[in-house]
C-alpha cells in the first residue's frame, strides 16, 4: 500500500532554473500508482515544471510540512479529457470544501484555465 493512501495533502516540491527547491501543499488523488492535482496553467509549479519535470513528493499536512518520506518522481500535465476525469475524483474525495473552492473562483479576474498534473514516482 502506497504511504499516500487515505492522505489528505501532499508537497509537491518543484524546481526553480536555480534549482532552487519551492514546496507546495496540494490536494490529490492517486490512481494507477500515480499521483494526480489540479492546479491552474499560469501557477510558477506549471512554469517550473514545464522547465523541468523532476519533482519529490511527500505526504503532509494542510500547510505543507511533510508527514512521510520524500519520494522522486516525474510530472506531466495531462489531456483535457484526462483531466475531467481526475477533477471528479477530487471532486468526490473532498467534497463541499473542494466544490466552494472552485465555485469561488468562478468570480475570479484571471484568464488561468484548470490543469491536471499526474505525478509518476521514480523511487
Known sequence: MSQFAGKKHISVETYRKTGAPV????WFVEENGELFVRTDSDTGKIKRI??????RVAPCNMRGTVKGTWV????????PESSKHIFSLLRK?????YRLIRFTERFSRSKSKPVGLAIRMTS
Open 50 to 55: 514545464r522547465n523541468n519535470p523532476r519533482v
Open 23 to 26: 514546496r507546495t501543499p496540494v
Open 72 to 79: 522522486d518522481g516525474e510530472a506531466r500535465m495531462i489531456e
Open 93 to 97: 474525495k473532498y467534497g463541499m470544501p
